[in-house]
C-alpha cells in the first residue's frame, strides 16, 4: 500500500474589496456588462489573483439589489435613494467636492443638507463593506464620493487593511480649508493604512493639512496621527495600453480611421478633442483657440476639421447646463462665420462613443487636445499616446492635467493662455514632423511601462506592505489634536 502523500492545503487567495461610488457594470436590457472605464482593467490582474467584492451603487436611485457576481467579481450594490442622488452625489461630491477640488474654478457650494447627506451615504458604503469584508481582508476605497468610509470602516473593523485611493487634484491649503467640514474629511481620510494621489503635488497638499487641521507628524511619506499611522503616497494611475494598441492595429480600426476623414471632406488636418462634458475640461479654450487661429487666417477652415466629443455627465449638477450652453454657442457661431454647406469646421457630437470608435479617432486625428483647466490625470491623454502606434500624432497637454507630470514629451500648454495654445496649436500642426515623432516614441515608452496593472500593484503592494499595527489610540485623540496643531492655523482648527 502507497504511504499517504503530505498535502499541503492551499493558501485561500486573499480577500480584496474594492469600494467605489459605481459598481463596475452597467445594464444592457436585461442583463450587465462590464462599464466602460480604467478602474475594472486596472484591477483586473488583482482580480484574477483574488477573492474581489466590489461595493457599490448601479447610478439608479432606490434600486434595491441582490448581491450578484459579474465575471468572477462578487458585486455588493448600495442603495441611494432619488433624495441622496440630488443631495450626495449631484450635491456635496459635485457641487461642493468636485469644484473645490479642482481649483474653485467653479465657484463651490457649500450647503449643511448636503454634507448631511453625504455622511449618510458614506456611513451606508461603510457598513456594506463591513458586512462583505473577511476577516483581515484588504479593503480599496476610491475617490472624493467616500472619503469619510476610511475612518469609518477602520471604528467597525479594525482588522481590516485599508487603502484609499483619490482619483482626483487634492488642493492646495487655501482652497482646501474653505471646506466648513474639512477637519471631519481629513479625520476620514487617515482612517486608511494608505493614501494615495495622482501626483506629488496632490500628496504634499494633503499632508500639509492633515499637520494643520490635526496636528499629524510628516515623518518622510507616513502621517503619525492621534489614530496611528497612515503612508501617503504618489501612484498615477495608468491605462491597459495593451488593449489600446491591439484596438489601434486592427484591421477594422484602420479601416474606420480611413473612413472617418474621407466622411469628414479629407481635411489636411484633423483636431481632436475628447472629454465628459465638464466645466474642467477646457473645451470652450480650444474653440476660442481655434477661433482666433481662423480669424486670424492661420488656419484654412476648407483643409481643417476639429471633432469634438463632449460625453453627457452630470446634466443635473451645478455649472454643467451652463457649460454645455458655451461649448455650443461657441461651436455654431465658428461653424456659422467659417463653415460651408456640409462642410462645418467644428463637428461637436454630445453623445458617449464605444472604445473602438474613440481608438478609430486618435488613429485619425492629427492633433489632439487635451486642455484641462485642471484634471487629476486625464486618461484620455494616454489613450492617445498609446493608440499612435506608427507615431504620427501630436498630443497637446495642459500643464494643470495630472498626466502632464509624467508626460513632459508633450506640448505642454497654459490652459489660461489662449494665445500660447494658438501657437502650441500652431507648432502641432507645422512645426518638424520628426521632431513630434520621437517625442510620440518617448511618450509611448513610458505609457506601456506604467500602465494600469503597474498602478493597481504598486498601490497594492503598499497596502500589503503596512507592517506596523496601529499604535494604542492617544488619550483625548477623538479631538481635533489642538496641541499638536499648527499654530499659524491655530484660529482656523477644529470645526468651522
Ligand atoms: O474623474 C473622476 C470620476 O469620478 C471618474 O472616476 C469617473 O469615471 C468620472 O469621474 C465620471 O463620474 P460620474 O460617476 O459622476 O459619472
Redesign the pocket.
Known sequence: MPAPTETTSPQPPRHLVVV???LPVRRVGESWERSP???VSALEPAVRTSRTSWVGWT?VPDEPLDAFEHEGVDLRPVVVSADELQRF?EGF??GTL?PLYHDAIFVPTFQEDWWEAYQAVNRRFAERTAEVASPGATVWV????LQLVPAMLRELRPDLRIGFFL??PFPAQELFLRLPWRTEVVRGLLGADVVGFQTSVGADNFRLVARRLLGARIEARTLVHAGGRTRVGTYPVGIDAERIREIAESPDTVRRAREIRAELGEPDTLLLGVD?L?YTKGIEVRLRALRALLDEGRVDPGRTVFVQIAQP??DD?PGYAETRTLVEQMAGSINGDFGGIGAAVVQYLHQGQDLEELVALYRAADVMLVTPFR???NLVAKEYVAAQVDLDGVLILSEFAGAAHQMKQAVLVNPFDVRGLEAAMDEAVNGDRKVHRRRMALLRRAVFRDDAAWWAREFLDALERRSDPPPPPVPGSSDTGATHADPIGSGLVGRA
Not at 476610491?142 to 464620493?145: I, K, P, W
Request: proline share 0%; no cysteine; glycine share 16%.
Open positions: 467605489a461610488n459605481r472605464g480604467g478602474l447610478g452625489y461630491s459635485n468636485w476610491h475617490d472624493y464620493q482619483h482626483i465628459r465638464d455627465s452630470r449638477a484634471d487629476g490625470m
